[in-house]
């Protein structure tokens, strides 16, 4: 499958390059391969020397040679006693483009106006193909910003809200199309349009793409995106004919009981992530666990989109002990949730009541098991369910707002989780993530935006609109102080010490920033 995947995009890139007369020759044999498979040791000397303060930023590349010369090159002259390694990635690389670095914030705008001038600045035109590690896409899109200047999946649903919020609906179109584009083309949304990403994708959200989308164009969008749809949820479902009470667990599915089948995270590959290299070397030679098995659960977790969060962990003060890929998730099995019963509706649609009928039954199953073994009726949340140990996890996350948001909790459990949000996670600037401070990114005291618009809607689906709008108007007044004092929209706030910009994580806070924009522009306009 993965060979497949890389053969397809390679295909593609080189038909591209080949189109548009490029100085790359089409018969570079790197083309469409992840750039620490494409460049070997030396992109393992480079992310392990630390040449870049980030190691995206040599994933991100672009040479200026054939791939075979210039590892010929390296190989030919790293002993050289004057070789000197960051000279000689400049001398055969172009580092990426800095898009936004002449934008200059005017903070006597409103927040307002300043989402809505950020458009421009985060929207990149439909891609050439070059030799690096970006996978072109054919419509414009949106990207976060900061470090992030490709698309992002799960990001762009949030987005997308903000887009609706102004009116760009071709847009949200552009960018709706460039996913059914890359489902067709490789069979899903990877995590990003990237090579180094095709191992995995994201938490998914194109069936709320499909949906938001509809809303503006009438129902008939939804038939017209069906073959994306259940492409998709084939990605999602591959392996579930394999799992057995003896073999459980096949990529991305997890049979906890015969007869009911959920999801877990996961990732195709089990090396470091070349945006992350080093940091996964360093966290894998923490621990006596296999790195292969340590460098798959810190893949899974990218693929949930919380990278990283105590909620993977065994120990919460230590990263080597993370265990993604041994949980089932509320979040994700609620979003496979929401997709079954899209690509249902989009059947109903059609007219076609035998398939419509099929998807609706799969959700109710699914519904039914993620009640069994999500809800913690103890502590009155869903929480995520440790296969592996057959018993739920002690961390309690703001995924437990997802069931809400898609509308499968009970009345009842919707007033536990009410209750726990209110008297545990809100705080002056919002929800925390977490209950737990680890440094983590995903962890308190960090707030994201797509986190509170899910448990916004969650609450306001069973009747808590006061607390709806209370959360709302903590969320609003932190992103509108923090822009007013720095001329920024940042990716994370902390919640909780309302003087600081954001908290920690695996890299410097981002600005931009893509989905805190579509949030704040939608509360602030509904």
Known sequence: MKILLYSLCCAAMICLWACQDKVAPAQDSGLGLS???RWGQLFVDVQMAGVFPDGKTFADCVPKFPTAQILADYEKNKKHPEFQLKAFVLENFDLPRQYASGFVSDTSLSAVDHINALWEVLTRRPDVADAGSLIPLPNPYIVPGGRFGEVYYWDSYFTMLGLQAAGK???IEHMVDNFAYLIDTIGFIPNGNRTYYLGRSQPPFFACMVRLLSEMKGKEVLPHYLLALEKEYAFWMSGSEKVNRNHPAEKSVVMVEYGFVLNRYWDNRDTPRPESYKQDVETAAKTTRPAAEVYRDLRAAATSGWDFCSRWLSDDNKLETIRTTAMVPPDLNALLYNLELTIADAYYTKGDSTNAKMYAGLAGRRLRALQKYCWDAQRGCFMDYDFQNKKLTQAPSLATAYPLFFKMATPEQAKSVAAMLERDFLKPGGLTTTLINTGEQWDAPNGWAPLQWMAIQGLRNYGFDELADKIKNNWV?????????????VEKYNVMDLSLEAGGGEYPVQDGFGW???????LLTE
């Open 169 to 171: 609906t071709d847009m």
């Open 35 to 37: 750039p620490d498979e």
């Open 477 to 489: 007044a932190l992103n509108v102080k923090v822009y007013k004092n720095t001329g920024k929209m």
């Open 516 to 522: 805190t924009n579509g949030v704040l522009l939608r």
